[in-house]
């Protein structure tokens, strides 16, 4: 056991959620995010009575700071005017706080990463950015700062688990993929010294396996080490990760949490639990120059952001120099998307339920993996963390031959031929060649992605003519009769 594995609970600093998002991260001589001014949280942010649905229109927008414009208006500036030299001065040695410069803050990104953080109880900062990509490599970066080993699963998005193996060990970061990615153990027995972080998919791509989130976070905690999980599958409003331990949370807002396929973001979410103040991880507490005070002081990023070191490290020193800004345009068209997570997700999953239906009970289907379905190993486990599904993408194995299964790919009309999970229409794609095609084949097998994976994101068409579209797909690529093709 780590030295400093004390259970999380413990350590818990209580900050209050508009720590953040009214005041937005600072620094001295760099340009900083928005903010919104002084602490003057919104009506909205301040009452924590209000529902998922509620803050999914409103949180994290008050409209009398932006000329009572009741949609969020897109600052579409590169940067802001200063105001005076003592206004500059103020801004720059963090005794005000507001948007500098859109590279590291702007009033309409700012408006979508309030709003997520008030969509996710627990959060207390985030930072969005130009892609889920970004999310992911800045947040496994900031957490490793150059050396260290990553702990995760085969059962990831086929890039991430590229990018772990082409990217992070020029960087000096390894990555270890445990034995069995469905169980926590095997977590438990591939931590090593030298484990930052564990990182999972709440629900991996593309075979729908739920991880055990409470069990994973045990596990990290007492190795002293943060749980990272993608939470693009799920969305918050099927599951919020912060509520079974994890310590950050990433997105592709690309997918569904935006849901119209028109835009590239990613966000990362924070809680501030974590004991980043361990010997383990020093970027978080060493002194700055660059952070100091008003007198002259210099501070670490716990000091200058207690609410928010993880968020605000990334902000001012990956989004900083790197770059990956979410532009305020995609920022706006990100909240639009936003506003219909409830009831475009309801529909989503009810769709693809009576899909998984009704592709189980075809005999020429040899396998369909999505909770619930016969074979799926971690039904309960997808009850205890997803109660009102699993999400809006499974996948399937046809007992037709590859010509077949082209035939089929071919021959589907309704379902697009594209690889964006989480849009609003329907798609269908062979994942081992083309999503997870950058895997060699042992690499499959161990991410248990079979040669005949077909991939299924379900949109907002109707159910029935979804079904319909299957059908007349399977029956162009059989050969006749339709049992010969599933022998
Ligand atoms: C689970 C998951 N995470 C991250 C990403 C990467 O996101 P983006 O395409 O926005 O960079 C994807 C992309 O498909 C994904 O499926």
Redesign the pocket.
Known sequence: MHACALPVQKKLRIFKVTDWTTRGPVTNRLPTTAGCGKERGSRLMSNPSYRFDTLKVRGGYDPSEHNQSVAVPIYQTAAFNLGSPERALRLFSNEEFGPIYTRVGNPTVEAAEKRLVELHPGATGAVGLS????A?SFTLFNVTDGSGRILTTPQL?G??IDSFKKIYPRFGVEVDLVEDPEEPASFEKAVTPETKAIYV?SIS?PKAVVADLSELARIAHAHGIPLIV?N??ATPYLLNPFAFGADIVVY????LLNGHGNL???FVLENARFWWDSKQFPQFHEQLYTLRDGNGKERSFLDTFPSLPFTARIRLVYLNYIGAALGPFDAYLFLIGLETLSERVAKQVATTQKLVQYLESREDVAWVSYPGTSGYRHTERAKKYLPQGAGTVFSFGWKGSEAQTERFLTAVKLFSYH???GDARSLIVNSPKT?HGELTPAQQLHAQITPDTIRISVGLEDADDLIADLKQAFHTASLQPLQTAAS
């Open positions: 892609s889920g990509m970004a992911i998005y890039g991430t998919e791509n993608d693009t599958f592709s807002a690309t997918k590239i973001a990613g690889v964006n999970v999503t």
